[in-house]
C-alpha cells in the first residue's frame, strides 16, 4: 500500500495552527493521527482520521490515547470496548501513544466505566 506522506504533510500542518482542544478521560473521539511509518496505525480518509479512546491527560495541550479498530483479529494486545458508532471495536494496546489535543477532531462520546477499568488494567500490564 502506498501511503501518501505528503498529502498528510500539508494536514499536519494545518493542524499546527489549530487551537488545543478540552477533552476529559474515558472519552472517544476522532483523532488525526495521520500517515505513519510501518506498522505503526495509520489514520484514513481524507483528514487521516482514526476513532482513539482517552485514557490519561498530561495538561491542557497533550494526552495519552489509543487507537480503536473494528478489524475481527484477536490478538491479547487488542481490548474489545463493546459498539462505537454502530460497529464492534477493539483498543490497540499496542499503538498507545501521546498526542497534542489539537489532532483531535471530533468527540464521539463516552467509554463505559466498566469497559474502560478492563481497557486501563489491561495497558498496566504492558509495563
Same mark, same amino acid.
Request: with cysteine.
Given at each position: 500500500?502506498?501511503? !501518501?506522506? !505528503? ?16 477533552? &476529559? ?16 496505525? !495509520? ?18 495541550? &497533550? ?36 498526542? !497534542? ?27
Amino acid at each position: 500500500m502506498e501511503k !501518501d506522506f !505528503d498529502k498528510w504533510n500539508t494536514t499536519k500542518k494545518q493542524t499546527h495552527a489549530e487551537q488545543p482542544r478540552l477533552y &476529559t478521560v474515558r472519552e472517544i473521539w476522532w483523532c488525526r493521527l495521520g500517515v505513519n511509518i510501518g506498522s505503526e496505525q !495509520d489514520g484514513s480518509g481524507k483528514f487521516f482520521l482514526r476513532p482513539v479512546v482517552i485514557v490519561r491527560g498530561f495538561g491542557a495541550d &497533550t494526552c495519552l490515547v489509543i487507537p480503536l479498530t473494528t478489524s475481527r483479529r484477536t490478538h491479547p494486545l487488542r481490548v474489545p470496548v463493546g459498539i462505537i458508532q454502530e460497529e464492534q471495536a477493539s483498543a490497540l494496546l499496542s499503538q498507545i501513544r501521546v498526542v !497534542d489535543t489539537r489532532r483531535l477532531v471530533e468527540k464521539i462520546g463516552f467509554l463505559e466505566r466498566e469497559v474502560f477499568g478492563r481497557l486501563r488494567k489491561a495497558a498496566r500490564t504492558l509495563f
